[in-house]
């Protein structure tokens, strides 16, 4: 397994069209999360599953954001009716089942995101 | 809610110790984490504090102050790839996902 892969790396879009990513997170993870970064901010968090069950959704969270797990293996995120201001890094992270215990913790491992460019 | 502030931007030269300060708000506490981000690339993982206390790891070291809300990454021995931005980042309970902050951008020079 060779780390978290996201597709497609690149992607421009017209405004008010519909784009979809795919993240495939390392296989033994079975917490995959989704990340928004745009220059010289820190990742933004938009979603989170364990599995198949989308856990956590950020309130600022667009309805035009949406994210699935289907089996609990890859992820996508889908955004509808694109806006110039959706423009930015959308980066997918996946972590093993021991995080965040309190305890030994691995960290998330990220993949090289995708860059939306919304014209 | 919860939030995070840390400087947003240091500089050093090679061979300097610098320290990344970092101060949180959180409705719950379960971790400070931190992350390097190279420019283009992803964010990586670079030590976890749940408790009190400084943690090493080679260069690098992190110190938590869950009493002061506060933590700090440590870079000895600066080398020039380090350069890069660094993310202090909370999570507020168990099984939550991190917040990340704005990040600090490190500067090394020759």
């Known amino acids: 397994d060779t780390g978290v892969s996201q597709d497609p790396r690149h992607k421009i879009t017209k405004r008010g069209q519909n784009v979809t990513f795919r993240c495939d997170p390392i296989?033994?993870?079975?917490?995959l999360y989704w990340y928004r970064q745009t220059l010289g901010q820190g990742p933004e968090f938009l979603t989170y599953f364990q599995n198949e069950a989308q856990l956590e959704k950020s309130r600022l969270l667009s309805d035009r954001f949406s994210a699935e797990r289907p089996k609990g293996s890859f992820s996508t995120l889908e955004i509808q009716r694109t806006e110039q201001g959706d423009s930015a890094m959308y980066l997918c992270?996946?972590?093993?089942?021991?995080?965040?215990?309190?305890?030994?913790?691995?960290?998330?491992?990220f993949g090289s995101g995708t860059r939306l460019t919304v014209v | 809610g919860q939030s995070l502030e840390q400087p947003s931007e240091v500089t050093a030269v090679e061979g300097a110790i610098v320290q990344i300060n970092c101060t949180y708000q959180t409705s719950g506490f379960y971790g400070l984490s931190w992350y390097q981000q190279h420019d283009g690339g992803a964010p990586t993982f670079l030590s976890y504090n749940a408790l009190d206390g400084l943690e090493e790891t080679g260069r690098f070291s992190s110190f938590l102050s869950r009493s002061d809300s506060y933590g700090y990454l440590l870079l000895q021995e600066l080398q020039m790839k380090d350069s890069a931005s660094y993310f202090c980042a909370v999570s507020g309970q168990a099984g939550t996902a991190l917040i990340f902050g704005k990040g600090t951008t490190l500067s090394v020079s020759s």
């Open positions: 992270a996946s972590s093993p089942p021991n995080m965040g215990t309190g305890g030994v913790d691995y960290g998330y491992t």
């Open positions: 296989s033994e993870h079975n917490r």
